[in-house]
């Protein structure tokens, strides 16, 4: 079993930049893949990005360049830095966790409540 309890959302200028970090417990959470989504009014629960445990990163085509997915194992936490943020990065974000990698929200069991972060033009 694996909790997650996301921090660090807030509203910010286009441009600025944010890290939202992700606290887990339960034994488990260093061998398993994090990933982080994100969810916008209306619209589905879409991929950020995510890392295996052994440190091994994917990034969808939107962040890429600009968001960056790091962990602690020994911590049992795991960041997303974002940087040059823009408008549409507005949504809800959200930590995941399962034991192998997945681009769809469906291959994460663990969940942590969500963070929101605003984009201001």
């Known amino acids: 079993q694996v909790q997650l309890v996301e921090s660090g959302g807030g509203l910010v200028q286009a441009g600025d930049s944010l890290r939202l970090s992700c606290a887990a417990s339960?034994?488990?959470?260093?061998?398993?893949?994090m990933g982080w989504f994100r969810q916008a009014p209306g619209k589905e629960r879409e991929f950020v990005a995510a890392?295996?445990?052994?440190?091994?990163?994917n990034y969808a085509d939107s962040v890429k360049g600009r968001f960056f997915i790091s962990r602690d194992n020994a911590k049992n936490t795991g960041s997303l830095q974002m940087n040059s943020l823009k408008p549409e990065d507005t949504a809800v974000y959200y930590c995941?966790?399962?034991?192998?990698?997945?681009?769809?929200?469906?291959?994460?069991?663990?969940w942590g409540q969500g963070t929101q972060v605003t984009v201001s033009s």
């Open positions: 890392i295996t445990w052994t440190g091994g990163v």
């Open positions: 995941a966790a399962d034991r192998l990698i997945s681009f769809n929200a469906k291959g994460y069991r663990y």
């Open positions: 339960g034994r488990t959470f260093s061998t398993y893949t």
